[in-house]
């Protein structure tokens, strides 16, 4: 079966953001694939264009180019937000705001976005909210491990369903 719109697709991969460095920033493995449903909208779509038509046991690699894959860094993305924000029951969490700390957030529409604490005094706290990856070439290897059809459920919800999980 061929890679395409609505089908669902395994892929195990290594990341790397330089051609020939032996430092890897993501990987899914064999045993714990990452799936998608092909077309979806929830992969880089340069990513998805590359395997488009691969079949189970093909392998890939490709080069993602900075717009390509989450575009260049953007200043605006840097934000200080008030201390007072990450308190829960009047106490900060201990090592909350520790510089280097991955913070999920939500904007007042109800958007889920992660940031990165990159200063911290006793009023503010300086954020980053880019994509860690953006600004950098991404060069990904891997392999097909699958490819099937979408069941109706996944498409209603909009991602697979695997691993036990339901709704």
């Given amino acids: 079966m061929k890679i395409e719109k609505n089908k669902v697709v395994a ?8 051609e020939n460095s032996e430092e890897i920033v993501d990987v899914a493995y064999d045993d ?3 799936e998608f449903i092909f077309g979806s909208g ?20 490709l080069k993602l180019s900075i717009d390509e894959g989450y575009g260049d860094r953007n200043e605006d993305f840097i ?27 939500q904007d007042e529409n109800g958007n889920h976005f992660n940031g990165q604490v990159i200063e911290s ?3 503010m706290i300086k954020m980053d909210f880019n994509h860690p990856l ?11 491990l699958n490819v099937r059809v979408a069941t109706k459920q996944e498409m209603k919800h909009g991602h697979v369903h695997s691993h036990g999980h339901d709704h």
């Fill in 11 to 18: 892929v195990s991969y290594e990341l790397r953001i330089s």
């Fill in 32 to 34: 714990d694939p990452l």
């Fill in 134 to 144: 953006a600004g950098e070439e991404l060069y990904f290897s891997g392999k097909i």
């Fill in 79 to 105: 934000s200080e937000i008030p201390k007072e924000i990450f308190e829960q029951n009047g106490k900060i969490e201990d090592g909350l705001l520790d510089v280097g700390n991955i913070i999920p957030m």
């Fill in 121 to 123: 005094d006793n009023q």
């Fill in 42 to 61: 929830m992969m880089l779509q340069k990513f998805e264009d590359n395997l488009e038509g691969l079949s189970k046991g093909d392998t890939f690699e």
